[in-house]
């Protein structure tokens, strides 16, 4: 199957400083990605929808100013968590999808704990 | 919008039985329905998935029904092995394209 790469794997930062996630797809362009947050024992939560060259769509509840998201090519989509706090440390989860209607790969996730 | 509920939260089977996870939803428009398996600190992986012009679909140990009608659809292990303990999520695509989650079912194979 498709290959979507995560990185940093883990991260650890102290509260206020920011942190930037890379999510690429390896094997496919991706004109859609997809941003999660899972909290222990949860279901995937969707922060947002990114579409390559456009501002993303965040669901509701989530701070856009916060959780800053770039995709700016067919491979590449950003997360940046601006001014971290204890309450942002998470399992973040990148998706993207295989053209419209195709199925989505996820990425390995990053786990983020902020002190 | 489409809402997909899956039951039951915990599943605890023994070894060698069957294991059955229950979703339904919402929309009628929905039409492509995958199911995920997630090992602990793990990313999903999908191991079935099965599109509305299907009523089964089956592959070794695993099989999804889906009953459009009654709008709900089902993921089936037989023989269950240790490896299969793992959170499994289901999901459906909605109208835009969207995967709509259920909430998780943890499944436990007692040896």
């Known amino acids: 199957g498709a290959v979507v790469s995560q990185h940093p794997s883990w991260v650890i930062c102290k509260s206020g400083t920011s942190v930037k996630i890379e999510c690429r797809s390896l094997?496919?362009?991706?004109?859609?990605m997809f941003w999660y947050r899972q909290f222990p024992k949860q279901s995937l939560m969707l922060m947002a929808t990114?579409?390559?060259?456009?501002?993303?769509?965040?669901e509701q509840g989530v701070e856009k100013d916060k959780f800053l998201i770039n995709h700016a090519s067919l491979t590449l989509s950003t997360l940046t968590v601006t001014s971290a706090h204890p309450e942002d440390s998470s399992f973040y989860i990148c998706?993207?999808?295989?053209?419209?209607?195709?199925?989505?790969?996820f990425g390995p996730g990053t786990r983020l704990t902020v002190t | 919008g489409e809402n997909v509920e899956q039951h039951p939260s915990t599943l605890s089977v023994q070894e060698g039985d069957s294991a059955v996870i229950k979703c339904t939803y919402s929309?009628?428009?929905?039409?492509?329905f995958p199911w995920y398996k997630q090992e602990l600190g793990k990313r999903p992986q999908l191991i079935i998935d099965?599109?509305?012009n299907v009523g089964e679909k089956k592959d070794q140990r695993i099989a999804v029904t889906l009953n459009k009608t009654a709008k709900h659809f089902s993921l089936h292990i037989t023989e269950t092995q240790p490896e299969d303990s793992a959170v499994y999520f289901c999901?459906?695509?909605?109208?835009?394209?969207?995967?709509?989650w259920g909430a998780g079912t943890k499944l436990i194979i007692k040896p």
């Open positions: 998706s993207a999808r295989d053209g419209v209607a195709g199925e989505q790969y």
């Open positions: 094997d496919f362009q991706a004109t859609t």
């Open positions: 990114s579409n390559e060259g456009s501002k993303a769509t965040y």
């Open positions: 929309d009628s428009a929905s039409n492509y």
């Open positions: 099965i599109r509305s």
């Open positions: 999901a459906s695509r909605d109208s835009n394209y969207q995967l709509i």
